[in-house]
Nanobody, 127 residues
Framework: QVQLVESGGGLVQAGDSLRLSCAAS????????????MGWFRQAPGKEREFVAT????????YYAASVKGRFTISRDNAKNTVYLQRNSMKTTDTAVYYC????????????????WGQGTQVTVSS
């Protein structure tokens, strides 16, 4: 069974740092995780889900939304079938449910092009 499981969410204060993880398991990830570009998206209360960051199968290149560029870093460990999102200098506007997603072979900022999705993890940033 294909699974993407996010972890690391919670309540933090503005200015804090926090790392999210997304572990992939099941077929096809067990043998082909390194063939999937991975992305992070988020959905704030009352808003549509939006792109945050994406990373190539090899680890480079990476792309970011303008709102997080310079503060967030996406990375991956293909040996662990895991993708990370390091978030620094967090703002109250970063409050959202964060989702990871997998896209076979291609980098994309478009959520409709992703093949698999996690259930999401809540991040709340207080002032």
């Amino acid at each position: 069974q294909v699974q993407l499981v996010e972890s690391g969410g919670g309540l933090v204060q503005a200015g804090d740092s926090l790392r999210l993880s997304c572990a992939a398991s099941g077929r096809p990830f067990s043998s082909a995780f390194d063939q999937y570009a991975m992305g992070w998206f988020r959905q704030a209360p009352g808003k549509e889900r939006e792109f945050v960051a994406t990373i190539h199968q090899s680890g480079t290149p990476t792309y970011y939304a303008a709102s997080v560029k310079g503060r967030f870093t996406i990375s991956r460990d293909n040996a662990k079938n895991t993708v990370y999102l390091q978030r620094n200098s967090m703002k109250t506007t970063d409050t959202a449910v964060y989702y990871c997603a997998a896209n076979y072979l291609y980098l994309s900022r478009t959520q409709g092009e992703y093949d698999y999705w996690g259930q999401g993890t809540q991040v709340t940033v207080s002032s």
